[in-house]
């Protein structure tokens, strides 16, 4: 239960569903607000009730459209700063450009980094997230940032929906998921793998993978992954664990963007589910692909919201809280 009155939750367009499932959790209302486009494409916003002095919670997630959905954001922080708002939380469930992390080849920009100047420079005090590409990202802020994880919700899920999973074994499909894949083999007891994905010297030529670490013969395979966008590297993930034995393949996947994935290919996949989270709007794809399951994260964030606005610790939400949260987490 929230304390006291001074709470505000706003949206944008970015993702109304999961904002509503969050206002719904925590039994506030969603603060009336107006974001369109005048017609050369600047975006205008109208906030229709008082946040002076107020708690602000501005629920945006990076998906589909991600430079409109940011500047949205940043806008409605900048309107609710110039209304004198006590403390603005960006609660953003998708972080924008965090792919962009590092500066892997010569000239190439660090736009995570640039994404945290902007959301600093808007008037920004605070932000929650969830399952950010690299942790490193919380260093760009000069404020706090809380990192939240899907881990203990993807648990529940295999322990409730995933048959064998006492047999199964947790798949990276590259070497820079490894630690998510053993805290979740550690959690559940079994054993872990990952692959490696071998290129040719010809920069056209065709990619493959292999199993580099973990025996995945007569086993479940559940693939765990961060991101899925154009589906590649599933594809790749999944045809390699089932040329390897696996007895049946499952994916589960924390930000289901699926951009320029062609649902048909993920139907004709050798995979039992493709499981993603609502952090980002699934409605489309769901309708394209029956392997597709989408697990709700708004209990997660809605408290995550609760416990920031009465100041206390959001620790729990990374152990058995969350994983009962899972419960009924299924949409």
């Not at 993978?209 to 013969?217: A, F, P, T």
Request: net charge negative; proline share 4%.
């Amino acid at each position: 239960m929230l304390r006291g009155n001074s709470v505000r939750i706003l949206t944008g367009n970015s993702h109304p569903g999961l904002a509503q499932a969050v206002v719904e959790r925590l039994n506030v209302p969603l603060t009336p607000c107006t974001v369109k486009k005048f017609s050369n494409g600047e975006i205008n916003v109208k906030i229709s009730e008082s946040v002076r002095d107020e708690d602000v919670y501005i629920i945006q997630t990076g998906c589909s459209d991600v430079n409109d959905n940011l500047m949205e954001l940043l806008i409605l922080i900048s309107a609710c700063k110039g209304a004198s708002a006590r403390r603005i939380t960006a609660v953003i469930p998708c972080f924008p450009y965090a792919r962009m992390d590092k500066k892997d080849k010569s000239r190439a920009p660090i736009t995570a980094k640039l994404v945290a100047n902007m959301l600093a420079v808007s008037g920004c005090d605070h932000v929650i997230t969830m399952d950010l590409h690299a942790s490193q990202i919380q260093g760009f802020f000069d404020f706090p940032v809380d990192n939240l994880y899907s881990e203990p919700v993807v648990v529940s899920y295999i322990k409730r929906n995933i048959e064998g999973w006492k047999d199964s074994i947790i798949v990276s499909p590259d070497a820079g998921g490894a630690k998510r894949v053993t805290a979740i083999a550690d959690k559940l007891g079994v054993e872990f793998a990952l692959i490696h994905r071998e290129r040719t010297r010809d920069p056209g030529g065709p990619v493959k993978m292999e199993v580099l670490v973990g025996d995945v013969r007569d086993k479940v395979a559940i693939l765990v992954d961060d991101m899925i966008d154009t589906g590649a590297t599933l594809a790749l993930a999944a045809r390699s664990l089932a040329d390897n034995g696996a007895r049946k393949v499952y994916a589960l996947v924390s930000h289901g963007l699926l951009s320029e994935t062609n649902m048909k290919m993920i139907e004709e996949l050798p995979i039992e589910q493709l499981v993603v989270t609502n952090t980002v709007p699934q409605k489309q794809h769901e309708a394209a692909c029956s392997k597709l399951v989408t697990i709700d994260v708004s209990p997660t964030i809605a408290e995550s919201i609760r416990r920031t606005h009465n100041g206390e610790s959001i620790s729990l939400l990374f152990g058995d809280w969350a994983e009962g949260a899972g419960v009924n987490g299924v949409y």
